[in-house]
């Protein structure tokens, strides 16, 4: 290995602090020459040639020479120091070792160290007014008796370190487990999971300021806060839990407000909007797999009311179920656990259309219209999920056969636990007259002829969507009221706002509108009441918009335009043209059915 110039020619003072610390530390604390370990105080720096050659000329060039190393080489370079024992550095004073020894010794052990030993002098010395600084402080520690100086000076000299930068997403027992940090930030979580419909997180912090700062939040307070402007820029100020004064930072979690630095902060809403994807995705699943879209539910449970019936009606049919119990028969009527308080629905023996066991639970509940309930009120027929083993209450045992969706559960009401009850009354109320000669009607033909309709209070929306008309209309009503009735600011992409009025710009066109006035009203650009200069407007206005914060009220106003327009006038939609403008209205819809999941709501609460 060959020689660095720079260091062989440069002379080191062997008592210097920092080459003595610097060879003990890349010599590993060994000896040189016995390869055995020696203590920091006790080592003493030995020069591979002598160091009386400095005083020998003459002799220094011949040994030089016979050695092939430069003739301007340094006796005390840091190629010819070496740590080693004070016994053995004084056992061997001046002797010299023969000239192969040297050569070996110099090129191929010495030369190896030499550069790093070079390094580390000079790392020394770099940090040499820290440490002064530090070793000066720590003795003023020292004076300090107040707890509360000691631990700013701690925290001022904390040795800890950043978080490491990891992810991971596992399930667990009852929930899925997120795990994200970042250098400052850390977040672990727990995501809802099927059938469990609530989650938590701790968030915990990792600053000079906020070293093991920890913030603990529950289901309620990560849709209502961490939620609330997820994954808009944090200039927009659209995330209500960030508080910004002047130049300053805070952020309100739960009942805690702590200060934080923007690098910081923008850690914090990288992890919360990754967090939120996951969390959101998971509530719809359980909201699709439990049909809180169209159901009303409770906000914190899986309880869902089907439908809404009159109390006489409830008690035919708990008067049926009774009756039809499956310990007083084994006709296909009698799947009922009887009880006299709610419906249990359970089949005795495995058969061909059921599994042995409960399917469903269904709890009555009545709508509380004062302080006071009277007897005459309607009641919910109300699935719930509460009285199924948690061990057994998996997605993969929900199927008409074993345990019943709230949707399959609806259908069987309305199909046919109803209307057997209904025909149930009717055969008994006719057995009450004795003198009816006419011939009783069969269930069949009783159910051909009923209208189930006028039993049920209360039916979802999906029942009256029967195709893909209906269904656009259905939407674009439903996010005209949204829009309409809550009023907030959003962020939004020029994509987005692009597709909206486009919607609006085609379905337009292809009317035969002739009286504009109300839609003209509505829009922001454009006084005229021609269709032909209200469509290049649009088209002008419309290639103008950014990226932005819109009101939803400015939303509300298209969304009018777009409702009357389907809603009053004779257009012929092809399902090819619904997809399309349902996909460009799919934002909007996302925005609004995140809120229901937010606040526990569903369309039948617009």
């Not at 301007?72 to 070792?97: A, E, M, Q, R």
Request: charged letters at 30%.
């Amino acid at each position: 290995m060959g020689l660095n110039r720079e260091i062989y020619s440069k002379s080191e003072n062997k008592n210097n602090p920092y080459v003595r610390a610097a060879l003990f530390e890349i010599y590993e604390g060994k000896c040189f020459y016995e390869k055995t370990p020696i203590r920091y105080r006790e080592m003493t720096i030995d020069h591979i040639i002598p160091e009386s050659y400095k005083d020998k000329p003459d002799q220094l060039k011949r040994k030089l020479n016979e050695s092939g190393l430069p003739e301007d080489f340094d006796i005390n370079c840091l190629y010819n120091l070496v740590p080693t024992h004070g016994s053995y550095n004084y056992k061997k004073n001046n002797d010299v070792y023969p000239t192969s020894w040297i050569v070996h010794s110099i090129y191929s052990e010495t030369s190896k160290k030499a550069n790093k030993i070079s390094d580390k002098i000079s790392e020394l010395k770099r940090n040499y007014k820290f440490d002064k600084d530090l070793a000066s402080l720590s003795t003023y520690i020292d004076k300090f008796e107040s707890e509360k100086q000691l631990e700013i000076i701690y925290n001022t000299l904390s040795g800890e370190g950043e978080f490491n930068v990891e992810r991971q997403v596992y399930s667990g027992q009852e929930n899925l487990i997120y795990k994200r940090s970042l250098p400052n930030v850390k977040m672990n979580g727990h995501v809802p999971n099927f059938p469990n419909n609530k989650g938590s997180c701790l968030i915990t912090f990792n600053s000079l300021r906020l070293r093991d700062c920890m913030i603990t939040l529950n289901h309620n307070q990560i849709l209502e806060v961490l939620l609330d402007g997820y994954k808009t820029p944090l200039d927009l100020n659209l995330r209500n839990f960030i508080i910004k004064d002047r130049n300053s930072y805070f952020v309100q979690l739960g009942n805690t407000r702590v200060p934080l630095d923007q690098p910081i902060l923008e850690q914090l809403c990288e992890i919360i909007d990754d967090f939120a994807d996951i969390y959101m995705k998971k509530l719809r699943e359980n909201r699709d797999f439990f049909r809180k879209d169209i159901f009303p539910h409770s906000p914190n449970s899986n309880e869902v009311k089907l439908l809404k019936v009159s109390i006489q009606l409830w008690q035919q049919i708990m008067n049926y179920v009774n009756k039809y119990d499956y310990e007083n028969g084994d006709t296909s009527d009698h799947i009922f656990d009887a009880t006299a308080s709610f419906i249990k629905i359970h089949s005795k023996d495995n058969n061909k259309l059921y599994d042995e066991g409960h399917h469903a639970f269904l709890i009555p509940e009545q709508e509380k219209q004062s302080y006071i309930i009277h007897s005459n009120n309607d009641v919910w027929i109300t699935w719930t999920d509460d009285f199924f083993l948690s061990r057994e209450n998996k997605k993969e045992n929900y199927s008409c056969k074993r345990f019943w969706s709230p949707e399959f559960t609806y259908n069987w009401l309305v199909d046919e636990l109803i209307p057997k009850v209904i025909y149930d009354n009717y055969i008994n109320s006719r057995k009450d007259k004795l003198f009816i000669k006419n011939k009783t009607i069969t269930f069949e033909e009783f159910q051909k002829e009923l209208d189930i309709s006028s039993a049920i209070k209360y039916k979802p929306d999906y029942i009256k969507r029967t195709d893909k008309n209906n269904t656009f209309y259905f939407y674009i009503d439903k996010l005209q009221r949204f829009y309409g009735r809550n009023q907030y600011k959003g962020f939004y992409s020029k994509s987005e706002l692009k597709g909206l009025y486009e919607v609006f710009q085609q379905l337009l066109s292809d009317s035969d509108i002739d009286d504009l006035h109300y839609i003209s009203k509505n829009l922001p650009f454009t006084k005229s009441i021609s269709k032909s200069d209200i469509l290049k407007e649009t088209i002008v206005y419309k290639n103008s918009l950014i990226d932005n914060v819109v009101d939803s009220f400015t939303i509300d106003l298209v969304l009018r335009n777009i409702v009357v327009i389907v809603r009053d006038l004779n257009i012929n939609l092809s399902e090819e043209f619904i997809d399309e403008q349902l996909e460009k209205l799919n934002p909007f819809i996302n925005r609004m059915e995140e809120s229901f999941i937010q606040h526990g709501l569903s369309y039948y609460n617009i």
